[in-house]
Every structure is written in C-alpha cells, then in structure tokens.
C-alpha cells in the first residue's frame, strides 16, 4: 500500500486554475485500477491544496503517473507553483 501527501503551493493568482485543474482529474483518478484514495483539500488560507493518495502498488502510482490528465497537471505546475510540489509518503502506525 502507498499512502501520499502532497502538498501543493500555486502561485496566488493562479490558485483557483490549479484547484479546478485537480478537480477535473478526481473521478478519473479514482477510477484508475489500483487507485482507493484520492482527495483533494484546501488549508483555511486558501494558499495551499492538499492531495491525500492512497494506491495498492508502486506499479499502480507508476500507471497513474503515466495517464496524459496527470501529465497535463504536472505541465501546469511548471509555470503555477510558488513552491515545488512537497510529497509526503507515509506509513500507518500499528
């Protein structure tokens, strides 16, 4: 199981483009085989978007990864983001 944070920074005048732009892809996504978690969240500022990913395998991130609306994003992000991407892989506590 793969557990990810991502932590997403858009510049401020380019933030609800970056919103709408991971709103699109959120059904696709979860549609994908191997995808059981995928949500976006917004801190209380409105400056940062939080996406939590939960996947079964590394080889289903990979697959997610390679679809063109997730290649789409990561273009945007080369002009959009204040601050690169900061992705967070976690482990459950037992």
Same mark, same amino acid.
């Given at each position: 199981?793969?557990?990810?944070?991502?932590?997403?920074?858009?510049?401020?005048?380019?933030?609800?483009?970056?919103?709408?732009?991971? *709103?699109?892809?959120?059904?696709?996504?979860?549609?994908?085989?191997?995808?059981?978690?995928?949500?976006? /969240?917004?801190?209380?500022? *409105?400056?940062?978007?939080?996406?939590?990913?939960?996947?079964?395998? *590394?080889?289903?991130?990979?697959?997610? /990864?390679? *679809?063109? /609306?997730?290649?789409?994003?990561?273009?945007?992000?080369?002009?959009?983001?204040?601050?690169?991407?900061?992705?967070? /892989?976690?482990?459950?506590?037992?």
């Amino acid at each position: 199981m793969i557990n990810i944070v991502a932590k997403i920074t858009p510049k401020p005048e380019l933030f609800d483009d970056c919103k709408g732009r991971l *709103q699109e892809i959120l059904a696709a996504t979860l549609a994908e085989a191997g995808c059981m978690r995928f949500e976006l /969240y917004v801190n209380a500022e *409105q400056s940062c978007l939080f996406l939590v990913e939960q996947f079964a395998s *590394q080889a289903a991130l990979d697959t997610h /990864y390679q *679809q063109p /609306y997730v290649a789409a994003v990561f273009a945007f992000y080369e002009s959009a983001l204040a601050l690169p991407v900061e992705v967070n /892989y976690l482990q459950a506590v037992n």
